[in-house]
């Protein structure tokens, strides 16, 4: 028997209240899976692109580790 039939059978046997929390909790898996296979997105690209003569990659890295200690 292959997995998928045996576990319709075995939520077939549970009480209706207990089928409905399976049910939920293969739709928060499925939500999950599709949560992690969503490609980034870049809206933010360019926001601090104003600022890109006044500081260097090197400035924001110091200030960063002044900020962390």
């Known amino acids: 028997m292959d997995l998928a039939k045996e576990i319709i059978e075995l939520v077939a046997g ?3 209240e207990s089928q409905q929390r399976v049910r939920e909790f293969v739709e928060a ?3 999950k899976q ?4 969503a490609s980034p997105r870049f809206d933010w690209s360019g ?4 600022l890109r003569e006044k500081y260097t990659s090197v400035d ?6 002044r900020w962390r200690s």
């Open 47 to 50: 926001a601090l692109s104003d």
């Open 34 to 37: 599709q949560h992690r296979r």
């Open 14 to 16: 549970l009480p209706p």
């Open 60 to 65: 924001l890295q110091h200030q960063i580790s």
């Open 29 to 31: 898996l499925i939500a």
